[in-house]
């Protein structure tokens, strides 16, 4: 029901998007890590693909639209924060499904995988405020220093699923979030589950989050199975 939830949103003129699972995702992790761009803009999109995926967001909530920075909208480098010695949180300012109008904390963990996305995001922080980054600056930097945009993302997005050996055409942005909820469900994860991981439902995430953070980080390892 939530894979069809998803195919509705689509435009019916528009050709079919197509899911970014977990092992498509690991191809295009590996061709980053082997060298793509430069180091920084690799590891630049490594976290953008592995926050995008495991944090079941749309592209507007990691990369905006508008290439004018406003740090009061936009996202920014202290919107990511040590939650443990194991777990970070991306604090999600707003949300398509915002019924509370209050911020949204995604959990990211430290996983026993090729894929786990904790490792690369604190490099990539101390990376940035190591080259004096304040935590008001934008969360994510394109080659030349300004704010990473959708399309900017999306660009990359396609040139890395090409050295990937996985033809562009029928992936966007969104494939990620598809990718994750497609991938859940083919594993076995609960509806519930992915409802509060795809944040479908504003007041469910929060009351869930509070009670069943264990069961995220479970939800996390299956994904990350390759």
Not at 47 to 59: S, V
Not at 124 to 133: D, G, K, Q, T, V
Not at 190 to 203: A, C, Y
Not at 206 to 223: E, K, P, V
Request: proline share 5%; hydrophobic share 40%.
């Amino acid at each position: 029901m939530l894979i069809k939830g998803l195919r509705k949103q689509e435009p019916s003129l528009t050709a079919k998007r197509l899911p970014l699972t977990s092992d498509l995702l690991s191809l295009c992790i590996r061709s980053l890590r082997s060298g793509y761009l430069s180091p920084m803009v690799d590891l630049t999109l490594e976290c953008m693909f592995l926050l995008a995926f495991f944090g079941f967001l749309r592209c507007s909530e990691f990369a905006p639209t508008s290439s004018a920075n406003n740090p009061h909208h936009h996202p920014s480098l202290s919107d990511i924060s040590l939650h443990t010695n194991d777990s970070l949180i991306f604090t999600l300012r707003r949300s398509k499904t915002d019924q509370l109008g209050i911020s949204f904390p995604i959990h990211i963990f430290r996983l026993n995988s090729y894929l786990s996305p904790y490792e690369p995001l604190t490099k990539y922080l101390s990376a940035r405020y190591a080259a004096n980054a304040t935590p008001q600056h934008p969360l994510f930097l394109t080659e030349t220093g300004k704010m990473a945009t959708r399309f900017w993302f999306q660009k990359h997005f396609h040139n890395v699923l090409l050295i990937s050996g996985i033809r562009s055409e029928h992936y966007s942005s969104h494939s990620f979030r598809i990718g994750a909820a497609s991938t859940a469900a083919r594993l076995g994860i609960s509806d519930q589950t992915i409802q509060v991981l795809g944040r479908w439902s504003s007041l469910a995430y929060h009351t869930y989050i509070r009670n069943n953070l264990n069961d995220l980080r479970r939800a996390h390892a299956q994904l990350s199975s390759i």
